[in-house]
């Protein structure tokens, strides 16, 4: 048995449960905190595994991470902070009130609990929605201006700042801004572009594109969990208060460039484009990621055109059922 131990929040959800996946590959010990509110499937096949531990829990309580250890193993290293209301149209649907709570309050007890368990490290998911729309056309670096356009990207900047005040502290923190996933898990999610539009073209065999010029990060949920995972190894004092853009080298692409992805493998789709402006998560931007790989030597494995075809392919071959239900969907985010 190892001695290395993981708790990840929200560990049954997209990331979540690859992530656990890969750290059981590796021989850690994996504590998995989560509410379900998405069901958990996608944790089911590591209930028999020794090195596997469940926990259902919301992370607004406060004794979440205090409560979670299983008879005969140590404090966990690290704790992998996932859990939150992801994306725009769910944080709105909620509201402020309610996403502060569960993103911005939650990560503040989640980090508290942890530190004083004596955790060594404390990873966070953020999110490159942070950076809003880009002024000067020059890709984003981890020293960019913030500039948030949606509730979503408030609530990770307010983390963030908190979190990077306890820098000096014994429970490093290391934080992630996310590119846009895309790609199959065993808790997939249709509500993002690559797997929507797929989704989309498959089901209605059509297609309608807002704000088509509109340029965006995209990185394979694969390599996300490659890059924590090498975070999570890195020399602590290396990535101890860092910040990294955690993404692709050439994945920058417009709405445009995606649609052209779906129409090489579907081309009977008809498009229609309406040049519609919205409120919300209004990015328009060129994502840097040579921090990463100088300091992690990360790169990516897998593009956009992989994700294209892996997620047409769970779909035809009927591996995904019924992908159109709101499991599938953060935006259907309900408090109870």
């Not at 656990?20 to 998405?38: C, G, I, K």
């Not at 895309?182 to 309608?208: C, H, M, W």
């Not at 090489?264 to 008809?270: D, F, G």
């Amino acid at each position: 048995m190892t001695d290395r131990h993981v708790l990840i929040t929200g560990g049954a959800g997209y990331i979540g449960s690859i992530l656990t996946s890969e750290l059981l590959r590796a021989n850690y010990r994996v504590t998995v905190l989560d509410s379900l509110l998405f069901g958990g499937e996608g944790i089911v096949p590591f209930l028999n595994h020794p090195n596997f531990h469940f926990v259902k829990a919301d992370v607004t309580e406060p004794r979440t991470v205090r409560d979670s250890f299983k008879r005969g193993w140590q404090k966990p290293d690290t704790v992998i902070h996932l859990a939150a209301i992801v994306g725009f149209p769910a944080c709105q649907a909620v509201g402020r009130q309610v996403a502060w709570k569960y993103n911005v309050e939650a990560t503040k007890s989640v980090y508290g609990q942890s530190a004083d368990l004596g955790v060594e490290r404390f990873v966070f998911a953020s999110t490159y929605s942070n950076y809003g729309l880009s002024e000067d056309g020059r890709p984003v670096t981890e020293e960019s201006p913030l500039n948030p356009q949606s509730i979503y990207a408030e609530t990770k900047i307010a983390s963030e700042e908190f979190l990077l005040s306890k820098k000096d502290s014994a429970c490093a923190p290391l934080l992630f801004r996310f590119a846009t996933l895309y790609g199959i898990s065993p808790r997939t999610r249709f509500d993002l572009i690559v797997n929507q539009f797929v989704l989309e073209a498959f089901t209605k065999r059509s297609l309608i594109i807002y704000q088509r010029g509109y340029s965006r990060s995209f990185v394979h949920i694969r390599d996300v969990v490659r890059g924590v995972i090498m975070g999570i190894e890195a020399d602590r004092e290396i990535v101890r208060g860092q910040v990294f853009n955690l993404g692709a080298e050439n994945g920058n692409y417009s709405k445009n460039d995606i649609v052209q992805l779906v129409l090489k493998r579907m081309p009977e789709t008809v498009v229609e484009y309406k040049d519609l402006t919205f409120g919300g998560d209004m990015r328009d931007i060129t994502v840097s990621f040579e921090k990463i790989k100088h300091v992690l030597g990360f790169g990516t494995t897998l593009t956009v055109d992989d994700g294209v075809r892996e997620v047409l392919f769970a779909l035809k071959s009927g591996l995904i059922r019924n992908p159109t239900d709101d499991r599938y969907r953060n935006a259907q985010f309900i408090v109870q």
